[in-house]
């Protein structure tokens, strides 16, 4: 979700919230066969198949908007003779969803909040400035002059996004392209549902933004806006407003700032996950804003997940083991946290695991969209596997969708900023911060 965008929102739908009604729409996209067959349209056509496929998704929001923000930036999702049209249609998406209407959102925030707009904030703007898939943001200002961003739930979006749970195939296709299908599908679903339906809780993100504030206090090249708790609830979350260049801006810098930006989003993430216990599994280039001096600023707390026990204790030893280039310890912690049997599925999830971490093995390293490719790769060789006897096959640990979901997602974002940067030096400045390193 944006808090600064070059312009605003200008369309607004009305958001579908009935199972069928949304089932259907899918349907019509091809939506049975899975999210990726969405993007298989070929021929001359392709420009305008993309810009249906965006307006629909854009419509419905909710997981179905999700999917295709995904697919606008995860390198590999797409297939080549697609991709460039597609990503260019489905670009919008990230920022720039259909809009609710100023009436129904100014409801929503004056139900929530006990009081009137124009008593709440002593200017605002009912033109959203960016506009996603579960809520959008508009400019406002405090009665002490703060500029301040307001983000609000699209009105029915809880019914949308429990229309989307209920139909499994929608579900079947947001984990397919992370996950292998022979999955526990029950546990894995409800892992989903989880985390989906806790991005309906404003409340539950702005602890969670704050906490991350927390742990990436003093670091002069990470921003988290500050929460306005008095004007936050369940389905409006103020903080104050971030201005910013995007991921396409931030990418035709120079060298040298690129450099900035890459280590400042490498820092927030797995200082996050080694350091914080925590894990933001929601790394679309919008939530990014990318400043001239290198910091970047990070929005959206929504979907996160803890990191604790025996996932944290084997995540860092799997980096600690990657700092040392010590490829066997870093296969045992692997192992362990796969819970991996041998076989060839062991085989593939090590090697592709292993593949992960080369930006802390081959260090420095230049993230490209030629890796990040082979990454999606890897786990469809992997999927390859599920079916064939003896191979070793394992339901995947919780949380490990949404890991991989923040593997495809950050390293795209990498991809796009295309610089050679010391993840390992990185690395190593804040483990050793922190007492995890000598």
Not at 147 to 166: F, N
Not at 176 to 183: I, M, N, S
Not at 335 to 341: M, P, Q, S, V
Not at 375 to 397: T, W
Request: aromatic share 8%; with cysteine.
């Amino acid at each position: 979700m944006l808090y600064a965008s070059a312009g605003p929102m200008t369309t607004e739908k009305k958001l579908p919230e009935g199972r069928l009604n949304r089932f259907v729409r899918l349907a019509g996209l091809g939506a049975r066969a899975g999210a990726t067959h969405l993007f298989a349209r070929r021929g001359d056509a392709a420009a305008d198949a993309a810009a249906h496929v965006a307006e629909v998704l854009g419509t419905m929001r909710g997981l179905a908007a999700k999917v295709g923000q995904m697919a606008s930036y995860v390198d590999g999702f797409i297939p080549e003779p697609q991709r460039e049209a597609y990503e260019a249609a489905l670009r919008s998406l990230r920022a720039a969803a259909p809009a609710s209407s100023p009436a129904a959102v100014r409801a929503v925030v004056e139900e929530d909040l006990g009081a009137r707009v124009d008593e709440l904030f002593a200017a605002w703007d009912d033109a959203p400035f960016a506009s996603a898939s579960i809520g959008q943001v508009h400019r406002a200002a405090l009665a002490d002059g703060r500029e301040v961003a307001v983000k609000v739930q699209h009105p029915g979006i809880d019914r949308a996004l429990a229309s989307d749970l209920e139909n499994a195939g929608m579900i079947r296709a947001m984990v397919g392209a992370v996950a292998p299908k022979a999955l526990d599908s029950r546990r894995v679903l409800e892992e989903v549902r989880a985390r989906f339906l806790e991005e309906l809780d404003y409340t539950l993100e702005a602890e969670r933004q704050r906490y991350f504030a927390g742990v990436h206090r003093g670091d002069p090249a990470i921003h988290i806006p500050e929460v306005i708790a008095s004007r936050s609830s369940r389905r409006v979350l103020t903080a104050e407003l971030a201005r910013g260049a995007t991921l396409e801006e931030a990418a035709a810098r120079d060298e040298r700032t690129r450099r900035a930006h890459a280590e400042a989003l490498w820092r927030f993430v797995f200082k996050g996950n080694l350091v914080g216990g925590m894990f933001n599994a929601d790394p679309h280039p919008g939530n990014y804003l990318f400043h001239a001096d290198g910091r970047v600023t990070f929005l959206d707390f929504g979907c996160v997940e803890r990191l604790d026990g025996a996932r944290l204790e084997h995540g860092r030893g799997m980096h600690l083991a990657a700092l040392r280039k010590d490829e066997a310890a870093f296969a045992r912690h692997a192992a362990l946290i796969l819970g991996t049997r041998g076989g060839r599925f062991e085989e593939l999830s090590l090697a592709y695991t292993r593949r992960c971490f080369e930006p802390l093995f081959s260090a420095p390293f230049r993230v490209t969209r030629a890796y990040v490719t082979s990454l999606v790769e890897g786990v469809m060789a992997i999927k390859q596997q599920i079916l064939v006897k003896d191979s070793g096959f394992v339901q995947l640990p919780p949380g490990m969708v949404f890991l991989n979901r923040l593997q495809f997602g950050f390293y795209s974002v990498l991809a796009r900023l295309d610089v050679e940067v010391d993840y390992a030096a990185v690395e190593r400045a804040f483990l050793r911060e922190a007492g995890l390193l000598e």
